[in-house]
């Protein structure tokens, strides 16, 4: 399967296959004992890395923020940590750690690899992790109180009659179904909202 056609592919990357499925493998006897002690080594340099560098202040008073400023060619005035720097597009790992004062840094690149990316991508993978827990709860959703859409408030004819044709047992079934968009799905929660204050 391509990573680019999956659904969450934030989550499902090429870069973090090893991270997701070492430990799966290994449980099912597929990785031997050296792919394995290399994977938890990354897993430790990525831990130990992350925590050193999320655990280097820069305050103002504390260091000459301008020098920073001067080194990296940024603009900054706030408190953060050097970890917090890696979010910018200009600064990347190995010229974070060139810096004297957040150096010398790790020599596995792929535990520096994905320090980089993890702290790029942050809040964009926190929003898909939020994504991928609506949707299962979507699917917890069920829709068997629903005799009849027409009964549901502000769906479109051609919902109804989708809805009432392929009768979804869930919420995330219904949104799966060509045709019925996130406006749709919301009338339906809605409705169960009420449904369910009324028993």
């Known amino acids: 399967m391509f990573t680019a056609r999956a659904e969450y592919r934030l989550i499902l990357r090429e870069d973090n296959a090893d991270l997701r499925l070492t430990n799966i493998a290994k449980n099912f006897g597929l990785i031997d004992d050296l792919r394995w002690n290399r994977y938890n080594q990354k897993l430790l340099n990525i831990k130990n890395e992350s925590c050193r560098l999320n655990n280097l202040p820069i305050k103002s008073k504390l ?3 301008n020098t920073l400023n001067n080194f990296f060619g940024i603009k900054i005035n706030s408190e953060f940590t050097a970890k917090n720097l890696l979010k910018r597009s200009e600064i990347n790992y190995s010229k974070l750690v060139s810096f004297e004062y957040f150096g010398p840094g790790i ?3 792929e535990a520096s690899e994905q320090i980089e990316i993890q702290e790029k ?5 926190v929003r898909q992790k939020k994504e991928v827990q609506r949707q299962l709860n979507n699917e917890r959703t069920f829709l068997l109180k629903i005799n009849d859409y027409k009964n549901v408030k502000g769906l479109s004819n051609e919902v109804i009659s989708k809805l009432n044709f392929y009768k979804p047992h869930s919420v995330g079934q219904a949104s799966r179904i060509s045709g019925i968009t ?5 009338l339906l929660l809605i409705h169960l909202k009420k449904i369910s204050s009324l028993l």
């Open 63 to 65: 260091y000459q923020i």
């Open 182 to 186: 996130p406006a749709a799905i919301s």
């Open 121 to 125: 991508y942050h809040g964009y993978i």
């Open 107 to 109: 020599q596995d690149s």
